[in-house]
């Protein structure tokens, strides 16, 4: 619910539905509202999606920090984003509840209301839609928020079991500060190279000397990198990211990253072979 930097009326909206928007699903789903067409009051971000594969539009810092935790889930299988509700019903909701409907007095319309994140969960289960409202706790103090987060709760009590509200009190900040640092170098494609294959040889180098490593720290093994392996400067702690990042070496994300740490902190979760592929690598 991003305050909307143009107005709406009836034939944008219309517009909007002859794109596509709302529709579709993984790598061909297009979000309602995109960054292009809000005033956020936070950081607007648009981020490639490991899930997805496509740039997904994040309207505040709070979704931004939802969404990284919810991509780098295992049992996460699609991120949809700005999803757009069906007006005829959440019209029906608000009269029922006796609250006004979100209403464009520029374009003289009815908005369509969205639901910031709707996420499909694998579970033993089956396949499992989790849908969340995303927030800042201070904004649950104003009752128009609220008149529209039950508006929003009520459209999807009926068609999912599992709705949810997100706020930044919920967001573990050092979880998400490392995976914003990790995400940055989740693809090395389109990186200078000094000749083909060059960062997949630099990635296969790092795992498989690191296992031989003889304790000492993060910074050290680096070191080591640029003196016997050839690493430029920088290239050691780009690649550590990247293997991060694809989920390869395993760090603790809930404990601020440092050179100084022990090696010992990393650990590698894919064994690598000569043949070793780097995701994201062109």
């Known amino acids: 619910m991003a ?26 789903y297009l979000p309602w509202l995109t960054v292009q067409d809000v005033s956020s009051k936070g950081r ?5 999606g490991r899930k997805t594969g496509r740039e997904h539009h994040l309207l505040s810092d709070i979704e931004t920090a939802a969404f990284l935790l919810f991509d780098w889930s295992a049992t996460v299988i699609d991120i949809r ?16 509840i006796g609250v ?28 499992q839609l989790h849908v969340r409202s995303v927030k800042p706790a201070k904004e649950l103090e104003d009752p128009r928020t609220l008149e529209k987060l039950e508006i929003d709760r009520r459209y999807w009590a009926d068609k999912s079991d599992s709705w949810g509200l997100i706020t930044d ?88 990253f440092t050179v100084n740490a022990p090696l010992a902190t990393l650990a590698i979760a894919v064994v690598p072979t000569g043949t070793h592929q780097t995701r994201g690598v062109a």
């Not at 607007?44 to 490639?48: D, W």
């Not at 984003?81 to 029922?96: K, N």
């Not at 997949?200 to 795992?207: G, K, T, Y």
């Open 100 to 127: 006004r409907h979100p209403f464009d007095t520029q374009g003289k319309c009815d908005l369509v209301m969205t639901t910031d994140l709707l996420v499909d969960v694998q579970t033993s289960n089956g396949l």
């Open 169 to 256: 009190l919920d967001i573990p900040k050092q979880r998400v500060k490392n995976l914003r640092w990790l995400h940055e170098l989740f693809s090395l494609a389109g990186m200078e190279e000094a000749y083909p294959g060059y960062w997949s040889d630099r990635c296969n180098r790092f795992l498989q000397c690191l296992p031989n490593a003889k304790g000492g720290t993060i910074k050290r093994f680096i070191q080591q990198l640029e003196s016997t392996q050839g690493f430029a400067a920088g290239e050691g702690l780009m690649v550590l990211r990247h293997l991060g990042a694809t989920k390869q070496l395993l760090i603790d994300l809930d404990q601020p």
């Open 3 to 28: 305050k909307r930097r143009y107005s709406f009326d009836e034939q944008k909206i219309s517009r909007f539905l002859k794109e596509g928007r709302g529709q579709g699903h993984g790598a061909e």
């Open 44 to 48: 607007v971000s648009r981020i490639h």
């Open 81 to 96: 984003e700005q999803y757009p509700l069906d007006r005829e019903e959440t019209l029906r909701i608000a009269a029922e």
